[in-house]
């Protein structure tokens, strides 16, 4: 009997650690001016229908449409939901984007992507380029970085 309790709790504990996904924070228009961070969100596009697959064995992944980069805006945060792909724009102030730009390893630029991904959306660079987690792998190689993990 207490060994049912103790997986009942277990099972119960761990449903509570799942994480879930969070909306993207947006920078409210009162601070913009003061921030030197600014996520500011774009009009939302629909997603464009995917393309009929070619008859063969193997489904390719569906190819992601076009992402509008505006001017002095270093990331695009792109979450596509229920037919309409929302957009928000990550400014940063002069100097932490031109750090960014240079060393897009640091951890303020890491920061700003990994908020993102959380919300269940996908990373663009300024060159319309998605940053992936194997981007991040690559920019992990050249930065020491201590992690420390609760397991």
Known sequence: MTRIVAMAAVVLALAGCATEKTTLPVTPPQDVAASPIVRAP??????????????????AAAPFGPVVVPPNTLYVCVIDTQGVRQQTAIE??????????????????????????????RVFAANGVEITQLTELEYDKRVLRVIFRAD
């Open 42 to 59: 774009l009009a939302p596009t629909p997603v464009p229908a995917p393309a009929p697959a070619p008859d063969t064995d193997k489904a």
């Open 92 to 121: 940063f102030s002069p100097k932490i984007g031109a750090l960014c730009r240079r060393h897009p390893e640091m951890s303020v630029c890491k920061y700003e992507r990994s908020i993102c991904r959380r919300s269940g959306g």
